[in-house]
């Protein structure tokens, strides 16, 4: 028997309530080619279980997996080892079972590990406090030119044309409904960040300048210059980070005085998972840290005079600041927090060191082996695990003709930037300690066969 919970006169009197006709009409504001017309292609109707799980098996076959093949993916979601104990701990019941800490008289244990990895995530990011995470980084990216609009009281964001066009496309949903005037442009395939475009730019209407770093193409610059011009005109540097390793060998974004700095945190603790659950990563300057959204745990002693964890600041909990929120985001990933927060701590300082070591001697390796192809050039003068190549053909094709023979060879700019003629030579090449010489060999190999 189905479980129906609502007669059809109980859903007529809902919708007569709230004043459309149909249950369709609740969905007008997503496109027609969108929305599914019957049922999902290719599943029955009803079927068993065993049925069921034969089936979805047999789709998952169809996908390729990355540690299965020579993998150079990354332009925001890196291929990392997770050392197996990160699963076996974040899957202990009282961490797993675990909803968000209102009451913190029962919930030490998540408070305790998010005051650990608001400490880890402020030191790394080199920022005076960090909330307890985010939803992803791409949210965390509009949060900042929130943020930033909320204490200079200007509504114009200019954001450098490297950062992350997913990054870039959530920004301008969410300015629909704030009003924010974002200015952006795509990159071109030159050696430089356009940090002098940037400066150029700012003016008295500018809240924010928002710069990637590490940048789509994989480019890395001084940000300290573009903090000097934004604080001249009382401007605020947001920074984005979507790789945090490379935070182990270049200098963090709050070392070169950027007010805010924001990220992704899947690199550490968190598998590629198909695009998500990932962890946004959030630092400020202390003189803001009461405009930044999200959650802080703070450290106390009980009436014992023993150490204790609460909730310090929730500036972002709508239930609770209702219109005054400073966001209406509620999720804050805290699980996948969790698997960063002990990646980290099995890392220490000086494994993240080395572990930024090995990745950017891997990606010197292999650019300097893939430049060696006739007709490929790399773009970049500096990079840390991931630069770009121009292929003397469009990358899309070529990317394509590699994964039918097993080699996930990159991110093609003309994917990212579909009308940008001049990108679609581009394509991004990430390496990682997961990256092998022999995957690099292979790469090369089968790219100079192709482009022959």
Not at 35 to 43: A, T
Not at 327 to 345: D, E, V
Not at 395 to 415: H, K, N, Q
């Amino acid at each position: 028997m189905r479980y129906l919970p609502l007669t059809q006169s109980d859903r007529d009197a809902m919708l007569s309530v709230i004043g459309v006709s149909s249950i369709d009409d609740l969905f007008v504001d997503v496109p027609e080619a969108a929305r599914l017309d019957g049922p999902v292609h290719g599943l029955p109707n009803h079927a068993s279980e065993l049925s069921v799980e034969r089936h979805m098996t047999a789709l998952a076959r169809q996908n390729t997996v990355a540690g299965e093949v020579p993998f150079f993916l990354g332009c925001g979601a890196y291929r990392h080892h997770v050392p197996a104990s990160v699963d076996h701990l974040i899957q202990r019941g009282e961490f797993l079972t675990a909803y968000t800490p209102y009451q913190p008289e029962i919930a030490q244990g998540t408070l305790q590990m998010l005051f650990e990895f608001q400490t880890q995530v402020a030191r790394l990011l080199g920022t005076d406090v960090a909330n307890a995470s985010m939803y992803d980084g791409s949210t965390a990216c509009w949060e900042a030119i929130g943020m930033a609009r909320r204490i200079t009281k200007r509504g114009k964001a200019i954001l450098s044309s490297g950062l992350h066009p997913h990054y870039v496309s959530v920004a301008k949903t969410m300015a629909k409904y704030t009003g924010d005037v974002l200015d952006t442009t795509s990159p071109w395939l030159v050696p430089e960040m356009d940090i002098d475009r940037l400066i150029a730019a700012i003016d008295d209407d500018t809240s924010c300048v928002v710069v990637q770093y590490p940048d789509i193409l994989g480019r890395i610059a001084d940000l300290t210059p573009l903090a000097d011009a934004c604080h001249a005109k009382k401007a605020l540097l947001i920074a984005v980070v979507t790789e945090p390793v490379a935070l182990g060998a270049i200098r963090s974004p709050g070392e070169m005085d950027a007010d805010i700095v924001v990220g992704e945190g899947q690199s550490l603790g968190v598998g590629l998972q198909f695009g998500g659950p990932y962890v946004g990563l959030f630092g400020c300057k202390d003189k803001y840290v009461r405009q930044m959204p999200g959650r802080l745990c703070g450290e106390t002693v009980d009436a014992n005079g023993k150490r204790g964890f609460v909730l310090t600041l929730s500036t972002r909990e709508q239930h609770i600041r209702r219109e005054k929120a400073t966001s209406n985001i509620c999720t804050n990933s805290g699980l996948c927090a969790l698997a960063f927060s002990i990646h980290m701590t099995l890392l220490g300082e000086a494994g993240l060191r080395a572990l930024a070591a090995t990745n950017h001697a891997g990606a010197v390796a292999a650019a300097e082996r893939l430049a060696k192809v006739p007709g490929v050039e790399l773009v970049n003068d500096s990079f840390f695990n991931e630069f770009t190549l121009k292929l003397p053909v469009e990358a899309r094709p070529v990317v394509r003709t590699l994964a039918d023979r097993g080699i996930l060879a990159g991110v093609s700019l003309g994917r990212l930037y579909p009308a940008e003629g001049d990108l679609a030579n581009g394509l991004v090449v990430a390496v990682t300690e997961t990256t092998t010489a022999e995957d690099v060999e292979t790469l090369a190999a089968a790219l100079q066969e192709i482009l022959a």
